[in-house]
């Protein structure tokens, strides 16, 4: 396990995931009954970005500084405030150092009946997590796979809640994993929103995960096409060599509002984040059933 997520907290696939993370969360709130989150791949909560990690690696200068430096249009900022204002919170007014984990968005939306699960594989970034998180009773930390634990943590007993599955896509097989671990917990939980992150690095690979899973789902009938969305943003030509150029994720069971904000701000976000010529965003229900009428017919 060598990947460290310090290295990219707050870059671009940052700040859309989270931004993601946050309407969902929001959404939620807008009933009083109590929900669950469950995060996989939890990482260590906060990012320091004055640290080793993001002094040697800045992406976060691409990323959430550019949002908070730029004059953002007013229907903008009101899709960005759930995000930004816990952002702008962990640095009370002074510099940007401190940047938010998916726990830590988790756990400044969430209410005191809500509750939030985090599980990390990684020894010292789990001890990190549990130390950081030790005083607050609604959250509980295991140091353990979270495909594994998925499988007995869903269906939490709250029937309303979020699962987000961000691996850090160090092995091949990391689509297949996120496939086989939906088709686990969907069943069983079918009234939660699930959020999947993937990196648009094997175009084919991110293609053939989205369709797939669109594909069983529609087939399985546990979505129609309203209930799956994919959200895409890439900061340079997908084809060209070298960093992450883009990323994204796909919702199960997105909050009926999440495409209409996510059109409103990705236009504004990619012309602000884009890196080099051939930058792009996409928000798709595009997944579409008729796509997959055809296949079947054959
Ligand atoms: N979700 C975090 C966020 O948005 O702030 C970032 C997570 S980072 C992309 C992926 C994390 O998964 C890393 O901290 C890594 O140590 C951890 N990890 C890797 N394999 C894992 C597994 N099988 N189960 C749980 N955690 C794992």
Redesign the pocket.
């Known amino acids: 396990?060598n990947?460290?997520?310090a290295f990219?907290?707050g870059n671009f696939a940052?700040v859309l995931?989270?931004v993601v993370?946050s309407l969902c969360l929001a959404h939620l709130n807008k009933k009083p009954k109590p929900y669950r989150v469950i995060?996989?791949?939890?990482?260590?909560?906060v990012?320091d970005l004055a640290g080793n990690e993001a002094t040697r690696s800045p992406e976060w200068k691409d990323g959430i500084a550019r949002i908070l430096e730029a004059d953002r249009p007013a229907e903008v900022d009101l899709v960005l405030k759930p995000y930004l204002d816990i952002v702008r919170a962990m640095n009370d007014g002074k510099a940007l150092t401190a940047y938010?984990?998916?726990?830590?968005?988790a756990r400044r939306l969430t209410r005191k009946d809500d509750r939030i699960h985090l599980?990390?594989?990684?020894e010292a970034?789990a001890k990190t997590l549990d130390k950081r998180y030790a005083l607050d009773s609604r959250i509980r930390v295991e140091r353990?796979?979270?495909?594994?634990?998925m499988e007995g943590l869903v269906p939490p007993k709250e029937k309303r809640g979020l699962v987000?599955v961000?691996?850090?896509?160090?092995h091949r097989d990391e689509m297949a994993?996120m496939a086989e671990a939906i088709k686990d917990a969907l069943p069983k939980w079918p009234t939660g929103t699930y959020i999947f992150?993937r990196p648009l690095k094997d175009l084919w690979a991110a293609e053939r995960f989205d369709t797939g899973l669109a594909e069983w789902l529609f087939d399985e009938e546990y979505a129609t096409p309203e209930n799956v969305l994919r959200v895409d943003l890439w900061v340079r030509d997908l084809e060209a060599e070298g960093k992450l150029a883009g990323a994204g994720v796909v919702v199960v069971n997105p909050p009926f509002t999440l495409e209409a904000d996510l059109v409103t701000v990705l236009p504004w976000l990619c012309d602000l984040l884009k890196q080099e010529a051939g930058a792009g965003w996409r928000v798709d229900g595009a997944l579409a059933e008729e796509d997959f009428e055809e296949d079947g017919a054959e």
Do not use: N
């Open positions: 396990m990947y460290r997520h990219h907290a940052d995931k989270h993370l995060d996989t791949h939890a990482g260590i909560g990012y938010p984990g998916s726990p830590e968005i599980c990390e594989l990684h970034d353990r796979d979270g495909y594994a634990a987000i961000d691996p850090p896509f160090e994993h992150w």
